[in-house]
């Protein structure tokens, strides 16, 4: 069977970098959402998402370390399979992880190719903007689609001081403008002023995506984990939680323990004869 006639019979059609592009002309908001398994990424695909990101937060909200920096290549590669797997029409964009874009253009390659090769995503994204022009270069002439990342960088936590919103506005547009002559698709603007982000997204010709950036960018991200009330710590104040997910578990687990102590779990309709 071909790809057309397999797309065909699954109805289903995968999102596209040029169509990402053109969502922007048409003045369509893009949604981006994290996944980090196949259950997740499935539920989201469903629901309609236009992209989901393998994102490094998987360091802090699945491991359950204290910043992004120690997730592994391999690691991301494991969970972006995962996430590849489940995505039918959900453009899928993986994290390269620390320190892989600093460590010259042939690693970066190698490592981003990895990825495109074993995972059936489609882009890859990085941290970082004029600084990271060649390597953006590099990238897109090989094939590989960038998603450049702006503003705040996660990755740089101990350089920067802590999480904080980034207000140099021309640092932050130049980044923006290199990123797009270096040849990234599409730009993550994360916490910084909703004014430059406006701006920064007039300016641009390709998609900015959104994370507590205000409202004007073509899209917006968030960390599944904090969008559906999941996280226990730190929530950062952009966040809208839109469901108490960790409130459902906790009592779902907290009423069968009650029934399996007290026999009424499992009753006769969950048994055999
Ligand atoms: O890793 C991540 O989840 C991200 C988003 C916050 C944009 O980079």
Same mark, same amino acid.
């Given at each position: 069977? *071909?790809? #057309?006639?397999?797309?065909?019979?699954?109805?289903?059609?995968?999102?596209?970098?040029?169509?990402?592009?053109?969502?922007?002309? #048409?003045?369509?908001?893009? *949604?981006?959402? *994290?996944?980090?398994?196949?259950?997740?990424?499935?539920?989201? /695909?469903?629901?309609?998402?236009?992209?989901l990101l393998v994102g490094d937060s998987m360091a802090?909200?699945?491991?359950?370390?204290?910043?992004?920096?120690?997730?592994?290549?391999?690691?991301?590669?494991?969970?972006? &399979?995962?996430?590849?797997?489940?995505?039918?029409?959900?453009?899928?964009?993986?994290?390269?992880?620390?320190?892989?874009?600093?460590?010259?253009?042939?690693?970066?390659?190698? $490592?981003?190719?990895?990825?495109?090769?074993?995972?059936?995503?489609? #882009?890859?994204?990085?941290?970082?903007?004029? &600084?990271?022009?060649?390597?953006?270069?590099?990238?897109?002439?090989?094939?590989?689609?960038?998603?450049?990342?702006?503003?705040?960088?996660?990755?740089?936590?101990?350089?920067?001081?802590?999480?904080?919103?980034?207000? /140099?506005?021309?640092?932050?547009?130049?980044?923006?403008? $290199?990123?797009?002559?270096? =040849?990234?698709?599409?730009?993550?603007?994360?916490?910084?002023?909703?004014?430059?982000?406006?701006?920064?997204? &007039?300016?641009?010709?390709?998609?900015?995506?959104?994370?507590?950036?205000?409202?004007?960018?073509?899209?917006?991200?968030?960390?599944?984990?904090?969008?559906l009330g999941m996280t226990s710590g730190h929530v950062?104040?952009?966040?809208?939680?839109?469901?108490?997910?960790?409130?459902?578990?906790?009592?779902?687990?907290?009423?069968?323990?009650?029934?399996?102590?007290? =026999?009424?779990?499992?009753?006769? $309709?969950?048994?055999?004869?």
């Amino acid at each position: 069977m *071909t790809t #057309a006639t397999s797309k065909k019979k699954s109805g289903m059609k995968k999102i596209t970098v040029p169509q990402l592009i053109s969502m922007k002309r #048409a003045g369509q908001k893009i *949604t981006m959402l *994290t996944a980090y398994d196949y259950t997740m990424a499935s539920l989201l /695909d469903s629901a309609g998402i236009d992209t989901l990101l393998v994102g490094d937060s998987m360091a802090m909200v699945v491991q359950g370390h204290e910043n992004t920096l120690p997730v592994t290549l391999d690691e991301m590669i494991y969970h972006a &399979e995962m996430v590849g797997r489940a995505a039918k029409r959900a453009l899928v964009v993986v994290d390269l992880p620390f320190p892989i874009n600093h460590q010259g253009v042939y690693q970066t390659v190698i $490592a981003a190719g990895r990825i495109l090769k074993e995972t059936r995503c489609q #882009a890859v994204k990085l941290e970082g903007g004029a &600084e990271q022009a060649e390597v953006i270069k590099a990238l897109v002439s090989a094939g590989i689609p960038v998603m450049a990342h702006v503003g705040l960088r996660p990755q740089s936590v101990h350089t920067m001081g802590g999480y904080k919103i980034q207000r /140099d506005k021309e640092q932050l547009i130049e980044d923006a403008i $290199a990123a797009q002559e270096a =040849g990234a698709f599409s730009i993550v603007l994360e916490c910084i002023p909703s004014e430059i982000a406006k701006i920064a997204t &007039e300016r641009l010709a390709i998609p900015t995506i959104g994370i507590g950036a205000g409202p004007d960018c073509d899209g917006q991200v968030l960390v599944i984990n904090d969008m559906l009330g999941m996280t226990s710590g730190h929530v950062p104040s952009f966040v809208k939680a839109y469901a108490n997910i960790r409130e459902v578990i906790s009592n779902a687990a907290q009423e069968w323990c009650e029934e399996v102590r007290d =026999g009424s779990y499992p009753d006769e $309709a969950h048994s055999f004869e």
